[in-house]
């Protein structure tokens, strides 16, 4: 069974970087096929797919956060992590980890139980 955690500051301040850290159990990071991804979930509003990294190493982010998002790992802490610069107050929200067995299809068989980012001076 995969497990995600979630870790990072709960407080950005605006122009700052918001990251945050995903530690994984239960299945290695380089594992065939697997997809590791950020989701977030800004209030009021549904979710929103920011990105992932796969089993090799390649990163794929959404458009319309990909001018100032980074998404990297380190396999030997079995942990991924999200760069999102230049942050604003609109980056409020709560950030999961997912992680899939396939993509697109199975792309969110694991979830992170959330973590809260607010960004706000």
């Known amino acids: 069974q995969v497990q995600l955690q979630e870790s990072g500051p709960g407080l950005v301040k605006p122009s700052q970087t918001l990251s945050l850290t995903c530690t994984v159990s239960?299945?290695?990071?380089?594992?065939?096929?697997?997809?590791w991804s950020w989701i977030r979930q800004l209030p009021g509003r549904g979710l929103e797919w920011i990105g992932y990294?796969?089993?090799?190493?390649?990163?794929y982010v959404s458009p319309s956060l990909k001018h100032r998002t980074l998404i990297s790992r380190d396999t030997s802490k079995s942990h991924f992590t999200l760069h999102l610069n230049s942050s604003t107050p609109e980056d409020t929200a709560v950030y999961y980890c997912a992680a899939g067995s396939r993509w697109p299809d199975r792309w969110s068989e694991n979830w992170g139980q959330g973590t809260q980012v607010t960004v706000s001076s």
């Open positions: 239960g299945r290695s990071l380089t594992s065939a096929a697997y997809h």
């Open positions: 990294i796969d089993f090799s190493g390649y990163t």
